[in-house]
């Protein structure tokens, strides 16, 4: 049965949808990861570019550059985690990992692939990778929010906008791997 296109959860086997507040506390704590690594990584680039910060800020060649950097590291961040250890530092702290869901590579809670990750992780950061693009980046903002807050609105397996499009979900316990 194609459970996805019946509005129902996939089967998850064991794995249950991993709690809203679980959720929240695992992102706070990677993204004080997240953000050391950018500061430090920043710090680098405006120091090693010429003419990387002026009297006004960062200028907007080097903006664009350390953004792209920036959403690299997130994304390595995001998708290495999850691909060695099932979750970020901060799920894993938490007890959650990330499973496949319906479409994705196996729908009886095993890894999602690292497509999916890619997809996952690219909706949660796409506000870093478009920050110095002036209205792409408002809506990059509100798409990258929008997907954290949309796992409120899913009661049954709270899985946000970043989720769905991947198919993927956060679970409490570990999703096993899937032997290539």
Known sequence: MDHARAGRSAPLGALRPAPLGARFAARLVDLVILAGIAALVASAAVRALPGGWTPTGLSLPVGIALSAVTFAVYL??????TMLHGGTPGKRLFGLSVAAHGGGADPA?????PFALVKRSGVLYASVLFNYVPVLGLLALVL?????VSAVLDRSSHRGLHDGFAGTVVVTGRARSVPS
């Open 76 to 81: 390595a961040y995001e998708v290495g985690f």
């Open 109 to 113: 809670g095993g890894r999602p692939g």
């Open 144 to 148: 990258s929010v929008f997907a954290v």
